[in-house]
């Protein structure tokens, strides 16, 4: 069974050389382009399955990072269908979520509810939220007034104490202290034990190895390959030895599961 499905899933973002063409555009009602198209994601066909730990690895820019936030909903796919089933909690960009203005409390009440989690419930979880934070008297300042590893520190405590069916982590655990990083892949394996699908993007080859069942390659938007560590990660520092020189004919064929 899958937990996330995509079909023929493409992101495309106009780039303007000059703030004024996108004034232009608008007048003319887009008549008229003065905008290049630059495509994130091609068409892509992935399951990923129910129960699984899956990282998603490549080089900068490949289309990961656009990848888990339209599967988090933050963005709208330019085509194609994504299909999940279970609750979704994600760590993102750095402070992704948070108002800045608001404690981390308010904050963390203010992701329950975006999540359909009711106050109470979030209220019954914040003692252990903020046990796991651990940013001491922070937890009632503004998010604005944290560092970065403080801001990772929340956004990992929230994501994981509503107990996801689907955990999104992107690359974020990197900004946190040694420590805290364990802490938290100690908390991603149990996740990992408890049956839940967990999808990671990062550039560390060893939780990959520790922890992922599956792995999916990227390169220019496209998927490269997809299986397992022992598979993928040669096929992955082949890539960056090449400084991502593989060309579009050696991609697999869209569709394939893990």
């Given at each position: 069974m899958n937990a996330i499905e995509l079909k023929n899933v493409s992101k495309r973002y106009n780039i303007y050389d000059r703030p004024i063409?996108?004034?232009?555009?608008?007048a003319w009602r887009n008549k008229r382009s003065y905008h290049r198209?630059?495509?994130?994601?091609?068409?892509?066909?992935?399951?990923?399955?129910?129960?699984?730990?899956?990282?998603?690895?490549?080089?900068?820019?490949?289309?990961?990072?656009?990848?888990?936030?339209?599967m988090a909903g933050v963005l709208t796919p330019s085509s194609g269908t994504v299909t999940i089933k279970g609750l979704v909690t994600a760590i993102l960009e750095l402070g992704a979520g948070f108002q800045a203005d608001h404690t981390g409390r308010e904050n963390v009440l203010l992701n329950g509810m975006i999540l359909g989690i009711s106050r109470e419930k979030m209220l019954g979880k914040m003692e252990?939220?903020?046990?796991?934070?651990?940013?001491?008297?922070?937890?009632?300042?503004?998010v604005k007034t944290y560092s970065s590893g403080m801001v990772v520190r929340l956004a990992f405590a929230c994501a994981v104490a509503v107990e996801p069916e689907i955990l999104l982590v992107d690359e974020?655990?990197?900004v946190g202290d040694v420590q805290f990083q364990l802490k938290c892949f100690r908390r991603i394996e149990?996740?990992?034990?408890?049956?839940?699908?967990?999808?990671l993007v990062t550039h560390d080859m060893r939780?990959?190895?520790?922890?992922?069942?599956?792995?999916?390659?990227?390169?220019?938007g496209h998927v490269v390959a997809t299986g397992t560590p022992k598979?993928?990660?040669?096929?992955?520092?082949?890539?960056m030895e090449t400084a991502g020189a593989i060309q579009p004919k050696h991609f697999i064929t869209p569709g394939s599961v893990f």
């Open positions: 063409d996108r004034l232009k555009e608008l198209e630059f495509w994130a994601l091609h068409e892509l066909n992935l399951n990923f399955r129910q129960g699984h730990t899956t990282a998603v690895i490549g080089p900068n820019g490949s289309g990961k990072s656009t990848l888990l936030q339209i252990s939220i903020q046990e796991f934070a651990d940013i001491g008297d922070f937890f009632d300042q503004p974020a655990l990197a149990a996740l990992r034990n408890a049956g839940k699908t967990i999808i939780p990959v190895d520790l922890i992922c069942h599956d792995v999916v390659l990227f390169n220019g598979e993928v990660v040669p096929q992955y520092s082949a890539l």
